[in-house]
């Protein structure tokens, strides 16, 4: 639900203000959260939570596509046509909201470790799309245990703000990347730089 609300921007933009409200009220009401942390050594704190998510999405992946072959990588094009025309707008809100809004929800009320595994685990739920894409699912979940563990460790929202914008951003535009029209017959063929 949450990935599909990033194909647009308006869809995007909304529900990163109703995350945003929704995580800044719960810090009201509980009095407090995770501290946010803004500094430049916790920004680049969250650059290497980024980088070690995507050695672990680039890992997965690998190991998907050496396991299943041809129908991890039809279901993985599958998830990718699911971002298909989403404008750059559309994009960025859609970083946004998961650095933003879905930080605030699902890692800024506090370190302990019951709400951020069940926080992980329903973040990663909440990022279903359909049936056929379950793998992705239990990619989420996965993803949300590695935020959960840098909140963890770091106890500084930033990180998780910073690494997640990173993440979702990198991962749109890949998405972008592989739903980007074929080239024109002929475009790049090895007899356009042969000799005439």
């Known amino acids: 639900m949450l990935f599909l609300l990033k194909r647009t921007w308006p869809a995007g933009l909304i529900s990163l203000l109703i995350l945003c409200l929704i995580g800044l009220a719960l810090r009201s009401l509980l009095g407090g959260g995770t501290e946010l942390g803004f500094s430049p050594r916790a920004i680049l704190l969250g650059l290497s ?5 995507i050695v672990s999405d680039v890992t997965l992946h690998v190991l998907f596509c050496l396991l299943f072959g041809e129908r991890y990588r039809r279901r993985h094009r599958e998830l990718a046509a699911v971002f298909q025309g989403q404008t750059y707008a559309a994009l960025l809100v859609g970083a946004l909201m998961a650095g933003l809004g879905e930080e ?11 709400y951020l595994i069940g926080g992980g685990v329903v973040f990663g739920l909440l990022h279903h799309i359909r049936r056929s894409l379950w793998p992705f699912t239990i990619w989420a979940i996965w993803q ?26 990198t991962g749109f535009l890949i998405f972008r990347y592989l739903n980007r029209p074929p080239p024109p017959p002929g475009y790049f063929s090895v007899s356009s730089f042969a000799p005439h």
């Open 49 to 53: 939570v980024f980088t070690l998510v």
């Open 104 to 114: 605030l929800v699902f890692r800024g009320l506090g370190t302990n470790p019951l």
């Open 144 to 169: 949300g245990l590695l935020f959960a563990g840098a909140m963890y460790y770091t106890e500084l929202l930033c990180v998780t703000m910073t690494a997640h914008f990173l993440h979702d951003l």
